[in-house]
């Protein structure tokens, strides 16, 4: 896991400037032990603040945006859903020569599923998908539109010149192939759906052999419920993979998009991340190989 600079553009945020923006803003826990957090995250900082609470700051401009959403939404969406997810308490403003908005948070007790994977990978399909559908069958009055909601032709090029950066490290005609076939899949054309958005090992926590929480709603949103079908084949396999879909009844079109996007987003984060974040490079390369491997 980083605790260093992922983004040439991004923040540089360390622990005094947490201290002098508590002392500002929410002066009754600055006295609070402030301990960074190793985590694999890339748009948020993360640090614990006493042994109750968690403070998050954006580390890159594009992620700037989403303390308000997870303020606005996670407090309405949390009694509907049947794992924790995070409760925010309190939001920070910009100072301290920090120029955005930043939250406190409870502190949720948990090893992230990469750290800490399950040995009944079937009970642990069958968790994922009652969240999904959980959250899926919240109301949408309101709601934003989710950045990985879209149709999967709006990550046409993205994806492509990610394939072209990999050559040399993968079977970039099989990428090429499994990713068109997935934009032949048709697109989704049922009322949009809640959707997390980033369902990667490192945003489950795991508490004893269960699932017991979803973290990081940076991506959470409305639109095309394939995107949250990801899991499949970064995190299960095999049996699993099918006791997964079956729970969500999901069908050929669905199954296929939700593969498009495993593919898509695993294909742009490797070469992005290669060297400054081995584990989310680690998933997506777990991602590709389960992908081509279906082909």
Request: aromatic share 8%; glycine share 8%.
């Amino acid at each position: 896991m980083s605790t260093g600079k992922m983004h040439a553009d991004e923040i540089n945020i360390n622990t005094s400037l947490v201290r002098r923006l508590l002392a500002s803003q929410f002066p009754q826990w600055a006295k609070l032990p402030i301990t960074p957090v190793r985590s694999a995250g890339s748009d948020n900082a993360l640090y614990r603040l006493g042994k109750e609470l968690a403070v998050r700051l954006p580390r890159i401009g594009w992620a700037a945006g989403q303390m308000e959403k997870e303020h606005d939404w996670l407090p309405k969406l949390a009694p509907h859903l049947p794992l924790a997810i995070p409760a925010p308490l309190a939001q920070g403003v910009p100072g301290e020569g920090y120029p955005w908005r930043w939250s406190i948070y409870r502190w949720l007790a948990g090893v992230d599923l990469f750290a800490r994977p399950l040995s009944d990978q079937r009970q642990l399909a069958r968790d994922l998908a009652r969240f999904i559908a959980a959250l899926r069958r919240i109301d949408t009055t309101g709601a934003p539109p989710a950045d990985r909601g879209v149709p999967l032709a709006q990550r046409d090029a993205d994806t492509r010149a990610a394939i072209a950066a990999l050559r040399g490290m993968l079977d970039t005609e099989a990428a090429t192939a499994a990713w068109e076939a997935a934009l032949r899949a048709p697109e989704w054309d049922g009322p949009p759906t809640w959707l997390h958005g980033d369902l990667l090992p490192t945003n489950l926590l795991v508490r004893g052999r269960r699932l017991s929480a979803v973290i990081d709603f940076g991506g959470l949103g409305v639109g095309d419920p394939a995107c949250d079908l990801m899991p499949a084949w970064s995190i299960l396999a095999g049996e699993s993979r099918q006791i997964f879909r079956a729970a969500l009844a999901v069908d050929n079109a669905m199954w296929a998009r939700g593969r498009g996007w495993a593919l898509s987003v695993a294909l742009i984060a490797l070469p992005y991340y290669r060297t400054t974040n081995p584990i989310l490079a680690s998933i997506s390369r777990r991602s590709i190989d389960a992908v081509l491997a279906e082909r």
